[in-house]
């Protein structure tokens, strides 16, 4: 029997053991779904394996102080709300992060059981089955749903703007990918989850460094919950134990030099000069090679690690994939808040207009000198340079 997700005032997610004839019948979304994705939506029981016990939205009240200095020290094997609790004074902010990290725990469970194919994998739920990312979304929008304190999200699965229900003042917009690397999932190699928190009811005229939080799952050997919020310096680690408690592991403040890399979309390289000369770079210099093809894990290792760069360029014939609200603000949050620093060639990712849902744009993230580095390789300067030349442009 799954361990299903309980919501409590207190905005914390407690399993409770409900037997099968508890579940609901039907999977709460907001009317305003669109078509696309409410004609997906499954039982309740078959995404959680059990009922969502809902609190009434007038007992849930946004609670915030005047002064938000931390008056507790966060500690290494905290758990995820007592991290929270001493993080931040956003009751509402501590109570949606509580509620995806349940969501991911349930998702780390389905990517697990998945059954793959020759073309997808999927979850078998009585006389339905659903690709595992879909299954990942639709359990990311019920969290949301059930946080009481999201306005809006958006998914790359549903690029349109859902009404969650929750308020406009003291509430949050969230945009998510609910599962980075799917099309690896049946090579068993490691895949994720990314979010990005924004304050307020909008997704678009906004920046990365507008967030309120960002986070990312990682379900591979472990699973882990890696965030950051704008509160508190620093990106830290959460692992998934075996009870299903989220337990706090790591802090990352600092991004070094060494020489490890991933570079993403290496078609670029024939058409796109510069990249190629950063990538000989790299081979001549004897950096490691470090990718997996799945975006999360390679730039999670940078955080882990606290050095190397990820670069994911264009070209004439190869252009931008990498979606700038769901995928690259949230991990340009993420890896700037560990000490890092991230680059679309001119600018930090974080520094860029979300014009549009589905913009994208070419990315690297990593440490000082190789974010100089690759500025100066593709686009001659660098705004971060100070001092000596760096490698590859000169």
């Known amino acids: 029997m799954e361990t299903g997700v309980t919501c409590y005032a207190r905005g914390a997610f407690l399993p409770t053991s409900v037997s099968s004839s508890q579940h609901s019948t039907a999977l709460v979304s907001p009317s305003s779904i669109s078509p696309s994705f409410s004609s997906k939506s499954l039982k309740s029981s078959s995404l959680f394996g059990e009922s969502l016990r809902v609190v009434p939205r007038s007992s849930l009240k946004v609670s915030r102080t005047k002064n938000s200095s931390l008056v507790t020290r966060c500690e290494i094997g905290d758990s995820l709300e007592e991290f929270l609790t001493k993080a931040t004074p956003d009751k509402g902010l501590i109570r949606l992060m509580v509620c995806m990290g349940e969501a991911l725990r349930t998702i780390a469970f389905k990517v697990r059981t998945a059954s793959c194919g020759g073309t997808a994998c999927v979850n078998s739920f009585g006389d339905e089955q659903l690709a595992v990312d879909m299954v990942a979304n639709q359990l990311l929008f019920e969290a949301l749903t059930y946080s009481h304190f999201c306005k809006y999200a958006c998914s790359e699965e549903v690029p349109e703007l859902q009404d969650m229900g929750g308020p406009v003042e003291g509430g949050f917009s969230v945009a998510f990918d609910p599962l980075d690397g799917s099309s690896i999932v049946d090579t068993n190699f490691t895949v994720g989850t990314i979010f990005g928190v924004w304050p307020g009811d909008k997704l678009t005229g906004v920046t990365g460094r507008d967030q309120a939080a960002a986070a990312m799952g990682i379900y591979g050997p472990r699973t882990t919950y890696v965030l950051a919020l704008k509160d508190i310096p620093g990106t830290h680690e959460f692992l998934l134990l075996d009870e299903g408690k989220w337990q706090h592991v790591k802090d990352t403040t600092e991004i070094g030099e060494g020489k490890l890399f991933s570079p993403g979309n290496l078609r670029a390289t024939f058409d796109n000069p510069a990249y190629d000369k950063l990538i000989n770079y790299y081979v001549r210099e004897k950096y490691t090679l470090r990718y997996t093809g799945g975006m999360v894990p390679d730039v999670n290792q940078i955080i882990v690690k606290e050095k190397g760069i ?29 000490g890092g620093y991230s680059s679309d060639g001119t600018q930090s990712v974080l520094d860029k207009v979300i014009k549009e849902l589905d913009e994208r744009t070419q990315v690297a993230y990593g440490s000082k000198n190789e974010i100089i580095r690759f500025e100066e390789t593709l686009y001659g300067s660098s705004r971060l340079k100070g001092g000596v030349p760096v490698g590859a442009a000169v």
């Open 310 to 338: 990820f670069t994911n360029v264009i070209s004439p014939s190869s252009k931008a994939k990498l979606r700038l609200l769901f995928e690259v603000a949230p991990l340009g949050f993420l890896v700037e808040k560990a």
